[in-house]
């Protein structure tokens, strides 16, 4: 019996490999588009990537007092953030609310 996609994905992101987690999950997803345990999968995915961002701009703001992201790594937290949309999760949940918590942990050097 072969593990389903959601717990492959899962088991992957704990043991660190963010991007290989990825690539099963999205692959996954074009096989069964509708797969809300998938997307709830690839949802925590998304939230570790935004993670690893937040903290290298915390690490330099700690340095150097600029809290701002580059370009870059403001595209990629913008694009990691569409594609937390684009899973179509309803809102309301865990997962919203512990993105809004990640991002207050880390904006208010941003933000003043």
């Not at 588009?33 to 990537?49: H, I, N, T």
Request: with cysteine.
């Amino acid at each position: 019996m072969t593990e389903q996609p959601f717990r492959t994905v899962t088991n992957l992101r704990k043991s660190g490999q963010l991007q290989e987690a990825w690539n099963v999950g999205f692959s996954a997803l074009e096989a069964d588009p509708q797969d809300a345990y998938l997307k709830g999968a690839l949802f925590w995915v998304c939230y570790e990537f935004i993670k690893q961002q937040q903290e290298k701009i915390a690490n330099r703001a700690a340095s150097s007092n600029n809290h701002r992201p580059s370009d870059y790594e403001f595209d990629q937290l913008e694009n990691l953030l569409q594609t937390i949309v684009n899973l179509e999760i309803p809102t309301g949940g865990l997962e919203y609310k512990m993105l809004l918590v990640q991002f207050k942990k880390t904006s208010n050097g941003f933000l003043h």
